[in-house]
């Protein structure tokens, strides 16, 4: 079993940076493939994916995003860290961020069905 748990989030005015992180407990080193990505909510939208990034460190982004966001990762022995460095942040990246890892190649998916395992969020709030 995966757990996933995000941290990082909090209140912040625009303009400025943020770094969320994730760790992925569970999560076997001799998986041949995994990917990770960061989605994010607002209360009555749909989930949107942001950024994904897979084992041989293959990175996608949402299009509108790109520039702003970087996503990276690191491997420990049973354990995968996911990290979303968002810079010059607007009012409209207020949302509850999460993390996702899924058990194979996803090619970048950015589509929040394709993950398995979810974290509890983070929230990001940017005031103006």
């Known amino acids: 079993q995966v757990h996933v748990v995000e941290s990082g989030g909090g209140e912040l005015q625009a303009g400025g940076s943020l770094t969320l992180s994730c760790v992925a407990s569970?999560?076997?080193?001799?998986?041949?493939?995994?990917?990770m990505g960061w989605f994010r909510q607002i209360p009555g939208k749909a989930r949107e994916g942001i950024a994904a990034i897979d084992l041989n460190g293959r990175t996608r982004y949402r299009e509108s995003l790109q520039g702003r966001f970087t996503i990276s990762r690191e491997r420990a022995e049973n354990t995968l860290v996911l990290q979303l460095n968002m810079n010059n942040l607007e009012v409209d990246d207020s949302a509850m961020y999460y993390c996702?890892?899924?058990?194979?190649?996803?090619?970048?998916?950015?589509?929040?069905?394709?993950?398995?395992?979810w974290g509890q969020g983070t929230q990001v709030v940017v005031s103006s």
């Open positions: 569970g999560a076997e080193t001799h998986w041949r493939n995994y990917c």
């Open positions: 996702a890892v899924e058990r194979s190649q996803c090619y970048g998916s950015l589509e929040s069905f394709v993950y398995e395992y």
